[in-house]
């Protein structure tokens, strides 16, 4: 098989986190990575609105013009900082090759963000979203990105989840690691949830706009929030991942844009699962000021 490198491999380990195999062999590049002052990080836990939001920001970039939006795959548009896989251009290669202003993706948990973006003083925009949609979608992902372990059943993959153990590590400590590390730098992290922008797309994309000192007409906003809705992503090849290998992703399993709403959790967890989940989300997360809608 022409992928088989990269098919359902065991998790590693990146300084704790666990990561893919590949894209620890990547990490000295991404460590060393020279970030530029005009950069804007788009940074996430996975399955977190990451594609949304990184659609929204270059149709913003572009001025709402749909046809340059199209001009090419998501993840080339919006390079994925580390990503690593034999026989493909990296994150970094990428990005190397990508003129200013350049959008970047990233999982990273704050503390491994290459710190050349906290010292070229780079925009970050933060997108979260509650952790009962994201450990649903992520266990289909798991199911249709075949570089992931086999995830099992919903109950053991809950548990992998709750332990820190799925890829990228605790969402606990990724959403509040980004959360206390806005709080220092105030006006240069913007931090958005996936909720709101379900409820109040315009509202939010008003609030992108401002952080970015960016004047649009109102036409233009109307152009965004109709390219960027879920049924025109969807259909979008240059949205919805369709053009990745089927070795590496696999739509007929579950599609990349799967449900797109909030709250799809209570279709999923058992009375019994969803107590359970409830107990340790309340310990993991006791003490912390940041609050998640669990449906809108
Ligand atoms: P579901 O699996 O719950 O449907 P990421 O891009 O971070 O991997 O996140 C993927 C999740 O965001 C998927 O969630 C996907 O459907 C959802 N998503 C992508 N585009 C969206 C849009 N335009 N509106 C709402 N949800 C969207
Ligand atoms: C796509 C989106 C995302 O948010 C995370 C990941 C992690 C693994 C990635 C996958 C992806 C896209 C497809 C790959 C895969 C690793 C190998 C494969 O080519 C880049």
Redesign the pocket.
Known sequence: ME?EE?IRQDLGSLHGIPL?K??IEGWPQVKAFQARPDDLLISTY??SG??WLSEIMDMIYHDGDVEKCRRDAI?NRVP?LE?K?PR?PSGVEQLENTPSPRLV?T?LPVQLLPTSFWDKGCKIIYMARNAKDVVISYYY?YQM?K??PDPGTLAEFLETFMAGKA?YGSWYDHVQGWWEKKKEKEKQILYLFYEDMKKDPRQEVQKILQFLGKKVAEGTVDRILHHTSFQEMKKNPAAN?ET?PTA??DHNLSPFLRKGISGDWKNHFTVAQNERFDQHYQKYMAGSDLHFQMEV
Do not use: V
């Open positions: 992928h990269l893919y590949s894209f996975p399955k990451t594609t993840f994925f990503m896989a493909l993706k999982h992902f990105a570089i992931h890829a991942y990745m590496l992703m």
